[in-house]
Each structure stands twice: as structure tokens, then as C-alpha cells.
């Protein structure tokens, strides 16, 4: 049974991004960003379509000339999913994009900062019902001005960004306001994890509207995936956060199965196999390791909310092999396969796996079924 959060989920007001709803107590949405060159169609539809089948809702792709702009009509046709443009610096790439046919725009108001050039994006997407994401992060927020005669320090400069950083969301917001546009989604984002968590608290106080979170330029997939789930984890787990986007240097399909993971850690969402395996000891007495890893392969793709447990001896195996949908506990060279908590075959090491991947095979015939990328974590 699910723990209650001692934190109630926040509740925004929602915002339509073509089909997806993006806050208003619905489900946290996933997004990525494509990796691609935008100019590349081929190779961007290529990706968005991959990151779709891994469970991706909201893929965002970089604008930073006309040459993209031209290339999204036929981005957007292809896509399965909403696009995002990204809009910095130059506000006739997000009129370009709209007439292209996004169904959002994110733009950063630490580097478009005429407002005349803000209202007329504004009014554009207002006439074509799309919404806009004003998107703060730490690295382009204008310098810091310090005492007379004395530059900040750089403790200064960095107990000073929550702070600034909600201060030119909200100004961008209120240009928005202005012109009664409502369909706004925020977000706050820096490298620095209490930084990113103390700006999104801040912010959430403040505004009524949905909160796209991340840790942004989070790094390479190994600490990546940790500053992201500490960071996000901290933020979910106080009820914030309407969609997220985990920020790797790498595949941005990695990206989408992170963040399931780490919305499934916390209970609130699931999407593909749930792995339970043990940290093994001087107890194993089966191949464990290598069990696992081939299951987890098999498992790949596999867009079913399943918990799969495989376990290497007698002390916590069955307990928890039979808590989970599908489990081996092991033990001396052989295993017992369990079925939805009951014992379904007792078998030989080498043929644990297979036994178990029949069984479940039974629920999902589909199982071998190839795919074009993860359908989450496993």
C-alpha cells in the first residue's frame, strides 16, 4: 500500500498542450527535448517517434534559426506528440513557429527582453489558443549589481538566485497578464539542487499556474540521474511539479525513463516492468547478477505496469517474489517461479529465466514483440 505524501499535491490551473493537460491534479506529464538538429527532419521525426513509444508526452525541439522554423510544419505533422518550440534571443523564430503549427512555445525572458517583442508572441499564440512555458534558468538571468565601488562575491551572486529567478518568471508572467493570457506553464531551473528546490518553493507560493520542474545541465547519465532524482524527488514528494523534464548528456530516451523512474519511486506513475532484485551477499547461492540483467533485457519494451522480483536466497526470496505480480527466489542452484503469490514450478538455475518469462508470456503474449526503444525503466 501506497504511503500518503505529508505534502498535498499543488494544485494549478490546467493548461491544453493539443491534447495533453498539463496540471490541474492530472497525472505529472513527461517530457524530453530532441538532441537533433531541427534543420535534420528526418533524423528529428526519427527521434520524437522513439522517444514517443518510450513513453515521452511533450518532446521540446531547439529554433535557433529560420531554417528550423521552416523545417516544423512538417516536424509537427509527423510528430505523435505535442511539439515544443525553443525559442531564445530572436521573437520572429516564435512567430515563425507558430505559423508552423507548434502546440507550445517555451521562451526565456533572460534573453528576450523587449516586452513589446514579448506581447507580440503573445498575442500570436493567444489567436491560435497555444500556450506558452516561461522558462527561467540560473545561467541567463542578467548579472547582479552589487554595493557601489564593489563587485558581488560569488556567495553573493549565489544565495541571490531563487530569489532573481522567481523575480523575472514573475515579471514575464505579468506581461502575460497584461494582456489576459493565462495559459502559462513556469519553471525555474538550475544546476544547483537546493538552489532549483528553494526558487520552485518560492515561486509555487506565488502564482496559480502549472510547474514545469528540472534539474537543468544535470550531466552525464550516471550523476544526471541522481541530481535529477534528488532534486525532482525533493519537489514531487512536496507536492509540486505538473511536468517534468529530466536533463542528460546523452540519449534523451535515457531522459524519459529516468524520470518514470523516479515518478514510479514515489508512487505517481507507473509506465513498464518494475525490477525488484536484491543487493546479493555471502547468501547467494544462484548467478543473481546475471539473472537480473537478462531479465531486465527481456523485459525492455514492455509498456505493462507489471513488478517482476528476482531474488537470490531463502531469507527474503519468497516474501518478496511473492509480493510482486511475477518473482524467482533462488537458492542452491535452482529457484522456485512464482505467479501472482503462488508457486508455479520449482527448476534449475539455467531455466529460471525462461519459466519465468512464460509466465509472464501468458499475460502478455506480446512480450518478444521488438521494439524501437525502452518502454521504461525495468
Given at each position: ?6 505534502h ?8 491544453h ?115 506558452i ?21 560569488l556567495?553573493?551572486?549565489q ?14 508572467i ?8 493565462h495559459?502559462i ?8 539542487v ?50 517534468i523534464?529530466?536533463?542528460l548528456?546523452?540519449d ?70 511473492r509480493?510482486?505480480?511475477y ?27 525462461e ?15 521488438p ?7 525495468a
Amino acid at each position: 500500500m501506497a504511503v500518503s505524501f505529508p505534502h498535498p499535491r499543488r494544485l494549478s490551473r490546467p493548461v491544453h498542450l493539443g491534447p495533453v493537460v498539463i496540471g490541474g491534479g492530472g497525472p505529472i506529464v513527461v517530457q524530453s527535448m530532441c538532441s537533433t538538429d531541427t534543420r535534420d527532419i528526418a533524423a528529428t521525426t526519427a527521434q520524437i517517434a522513439a522517444l514517443a513509444e518510450a513513453g515521452c508526452e511533450v518532446v521540446r525541439v531547439a529554433v535557433p534559426d529560420a531554417q528550423a522554423a521552416e523545417a516544423l510544419p512538417a516536424i509537427v505533422r509527423a510528430s505523435p506528440i505535442p511539439v515544443v518550440a525553443d525559442i531564445h534571443f530572436d521573437h520572429r523564430l516564435a512567430l515563425a513557429s507558430l505559423r508552423a503549427g507548434v502546440h507550445g512555445l517555451r521562451l526565456n525572458p533572460g534573453n528576450i527582453r523587449d516586452p513589446d517583442q514579448v506581447r507580440a508572441v503573445v498575442r500570436a499564440a493567444q489567436e491560435r489558443g497555444v500556450p506558452i512555458r516561461i522558462g527561467v534558468n540560473a545561467g541567463s538571468l542578467p548579472p547582479l549589481e552589487g554595493e557601489p565601488g564593489r563587485p558581488p562575491t560569488l556567495k553573493e551572486v549565489q544565495a541571490s538566485l531563487p530569489k532573481r529567478m522567481v523575480q523575472a518568471a514573475l515579471g514575464h508572467i505579468r506581461i502575460l497578464e497584461e494582456l489576459d493570457f493565462h495559459d502559462i506553464v513556469v519553471s525555474v531551473k538550475a544546476f544547483d539542487v537546493p538552489t532549483t528546490v528553494a526558487a520552485n518553493r518560492l515561486l509555487a507560493r506565488q502564482i496559480p499556474y502549472p510547474l514545469h520542474i528540472g534539474i537543468t545541465e544535470a550531466g552525464l547519465p550516471w550523476a544526471g540521474t541522481i541530481r535529477s532524482a534528488v532534486g525532482l524527488g525533493i519537489l514531487l514528494f512536496e507536492g509540486l511539479g505538473d511536468t517534468i523534464r529530466v536533463s542528460l548528456t546523452g540519449d534523451p530516451v535515457e531522459e524519459v525513463r529516468v524520470a518514470y523512474e523516479i515518478l514510479r519511486a514515489l508512487n505517481l506513475r507507473r509506465r513498464g516492468p518494475t525490477l525488484v532484485s536484491c543487493p546479493t551477499c555471502g547468501r547467494t547461492e544462484v548467478d543473481l547478477v546475471r539473472l537480473a540483467e537478462e531479465v531486465e533485457r527481456r523485459l525492455q519494451g514492455l509498456p505493462a505496469s507489471i513488478t517482476v522480483a528476482v531474488m537470490g536466497c531463502v531469507v527474503n526470496g519468497p516474501g518478496e517474489a511473492r509480493l510482486a505480480d511475477y518473482g524467482i527466489a533462488g537458492g542452491r542452484g535452482r529457484g522456485v517461479v512464482f505467479r501472482h503469490g503462488e508457486i508455479v514450478a520449482t527448476v534449475p538455475e539455467e531455466k529460471l529465466v525462461e519459466t519465468l518469462l512464460a509466465e509472464i508470456r501468458r499475460d502478455f503474449p506480446d512480450l518478444d514483440r521488438p521494439r524501437s526503444a525502452p518502454a521504461g525503466p525495468a
